[in-house]
């Protein structure tokens, strides 16, 4: 415990004040640690005075970019920093975590030697044909699918990795007076949107999130697409319609308790090839709505009834991501230009593939394994470029 002064030595808070000397702390250099009272007049004084006596705040990532110059964390590690202090759930924090244990560039730089190793025996048996036989093409073709399943395995971990962390954004349409507004109140567990029994009630789109499953949805409501608008509704219904050009996912609101509607009819029609969930809302009316879709997923209920709501959560879940949980619990990749260096590793490993299985001589496979080799380099690390490196930090919209 210390008292913390300022230049005039008026002070300012008791505080718990921890020193790590290097290389035991976060970033490896000698670090302090002041906790303070959580007042936020106390935490701007201290910075103050602290400034005062010279120092500066720290930049974007500033404390994990030099955890990473001084070795404390992998490139893939300091990422999950970034990601574990914007997770919005759970299930997107410990995924996150998984990260920051840091064995994915271990197991990625373990893959990586192993097409290297195809690579050096290939050379050594076109480079000394005498003394060195050539590698046997069954070995050859089982060591390179093996990585392919690794990798794909890899690349299905990081879209869902990616899934927790972003989302997918849902927009609720359909013809006026459906309900669109009521289920997404009814969804945010609170009144959000201004519902009423006048038809056109909507006329800006609203967008908040929710979770299902750990999964943050972006769920835009949208004003009631009719023919017939006045010009401020017209101008809605324009919103409405490039909100579910944008979506990844449609929850296409219709009254059940009455027959299906002309601009219904034309709303199906236009989204029928889009990932959707059809809602036939207001059966506490008696739902009179046959609907005859053979394409998607539907739902009969009331947006007052919560097992309505429960079974429209499964619906969307399975449209959005197939339904089943989430959970990275491995270390995934999880970075842009590791999603870019994956792709590019599984197109080389397939064109590897496809010239085994085609039959030519083995020294053919060398240029897709050398790029194979090149791209997962980047993921571990091994072909680091500054610009990378830039882009991961730069992330960060804290110190941190
Ligand atoms: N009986 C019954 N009424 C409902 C149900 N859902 C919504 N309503 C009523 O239907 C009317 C229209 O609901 P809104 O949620 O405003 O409909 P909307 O689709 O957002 O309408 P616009 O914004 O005009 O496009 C309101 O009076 C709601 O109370 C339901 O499940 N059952
Ligand atoms: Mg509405």
């Known amino acids: 415990m210390r008292s913390l002064r300022d230049e ?102 373990a893959l990586r030697e192993r097409l290297s190793r195809v690579l050096e025996e290939l050379a050594a048996s076109i480079d000394y044909p005498d003394e060195v036989a050539e590698p046997e093409r069954g070995a050859v073709a089982r060591e390179i699918t093996a990585v392919g399943v690794t990798l794909a395995a890899m690349q299905r971990d990081g879209e869902r990795g990616r899934l927790l962390r972003e989302g997918v954004s849902v927009a609720i349409i359909g013809p006026p007076n459906a309900g669109k507004s009521s289920l997404l109140n009814a969804l945010l567990g609170e009144e959000r949107a201004i519902v009423s029994e006048i038809p056109g009630t909507t006329r800006d789109t609203i967008e908040e999130r929710v979770l299902i499953d750990g999964v943050p949805l972006r769920i835009i409501d949208t004003a009631g697409i009719r023919d017939h608008a006045d010009r401020i509704e017209a101008i809605g219904i324009e919103r409405a319609r490039r909100a579910s050009e944008q979506a990844e996912v449609l929850l296409v609101v219709l009254d059940g308790s009455e027959p299906l509607s002309d601009s219904g009819q034309s709303i199906l029609a236009a989204t029928a090839h889009r990932p959707r969930v059809v809602f036939a809302n207001k059966a506490d009316r008696g739902n009179v709505l046959e609907l005859a879709l053979d394409d998607c997923v539907a739902v009969v209920g009331s947006v007052r009834d919560a097992t309505t709501l429960e079974a429209l959560r499964r619906a969307i879940a399975r449209v959005a991501w197939g339904g089943e949980r989430i959970d990275v619990a491995r270390p995934h990749i999880s970075a842009a230009h590791e999603f870019s260096a994956m792709a590019q590793a599984r197109r080389n490993v397939d064109e590897v593939e496809a010239v ?33 490196l830039d882009g991961v930090f730069a992330r960060f919209c804290i110190g941190k």
């Open 8 to 109: 005039e030595h008026e002070r300012i808070d008791d505080a718990l004040v921890l020193f790590f000397a290097a290389p035991h702390s976060y970033t490896g250099e000698d670090l302090v640690e002041f906790h303070l009272h959580g007042s936020p007049a106390i935490v701007r004084e201290v910075l103050r005075a602290a400034m005062a006596a010279g120092s500066r705040m720290a930049n974007a990532g500033e404390f994990t970019q030099r955890a990473f110059l001084n070795g404390k964390l992998d490139l893939h590690a300091a990422s999950a920093v970034a990601d574990i202090i914007d997770a919005e759930s759970r299930s997107a924090a410990r995924a996150a975590l998984a990260n920051l244990g840091g064995t994915l560039v271990g197991e990625v730089r």
């Open 356 to 388: 085994l299985q085609s039959g030519e001589p083995l020294d053919m496979l060398a240029p897709a394994l050398h790029r194979a080799v090149a791209a997962l380099g980047k993921i571990s690390g091994d072909d680091a470029v500054e610009e990378l």
